[in-house]
């Protein structure tokens, strides 16, 4: 039996812990996701591109999508902004169609405020030494932007206390795996499959 609402999924980590590898990795195995592409005014990096990485915006644009409230969540990280479509979202769960954010904390406790029912997932790396050399690896900041990036990234660990669930991304097909064990065990709450033990027992 179908559900009757889509499933809301955050999914944070620091900035090099490899969500876009993991994400990948999840929707060629989950292909009834959708992945909701965020809103953002920085600018894109060598093989992104519009619409399928990030809707790549003006700063101007964004700040009229905030003053319209047409943004279910928005933050400013390392100088620029990034936000989520509130209509997009609303018509994917309406349709039963589980969505899957990629956001970073800020963001994430605001969809938490706004949609308690959503399934916060932070991926960590295996250690801030191995983070760093994500970091080099990428090849796309200079050494100073690495160190603000590690240093937020310690910030934002602090604050995975605050989510559902923790993986770490060791190898990306096992954080993947897990997070497709974490959506399959939320798919059994009780409190989410009611209409189904209602059809067995009746109304009592």
Do not use: W
């Amino acid at each position: 039996m179908n559900k009757r609402r889509g499933e809301l999924i955050v999914l944070s980590g620091p900035s090099g812990v490899g969500k876009s590898t993991v994400i990948s990795e999840l929707l060629s195995s989950r292909r009834d996701i959708h992945f909701s592409v965020s809103f953002t005014t920085r600018l894109p990096r060598v093989g992104e591109e519009n619409g399928v990485n990030y809707n790549f915006v003006s700063r101007q644009e964004f700040e009229r999508m905030i003053a319209d409230d047409e943004l279910l969540e928005y933050a400013e990280y390392v100088g620029n902004y990034y936000g989520t479509s509130l209509k997009i979202i609303r018509e994917q769960l309406d349709q039963g169609v589980d969505v899957l954010l990629d956001i970073e904390v800020q963001g994430a406790a605001k969809v938490k405020e706004r949609c308690p029912e959503a399934v916060l997932i932070f991926l960590i790396p295996p250690s801030i030494e191995e983070l760093s050399r994500r970091l080099h690896r990428r090849n796309t900041d200079a050494e100073d932007v690495i160190e603000r990036r590690l240093e937020k990234a310690r910030q934002e660990c602090r604050e995975s206390i605050h989510y559902d669930y923790l993986v770490v991304n060791d190898a990306v097909v096992s954080a993947a795996g897990e997070i497709m064990s974490i959506l399959a065990a939320e798919q059994c709450r009780t409190s989410k499959c009611i209409h189904l033990t209602q059809s067995i027992v009746g109304n009592e």
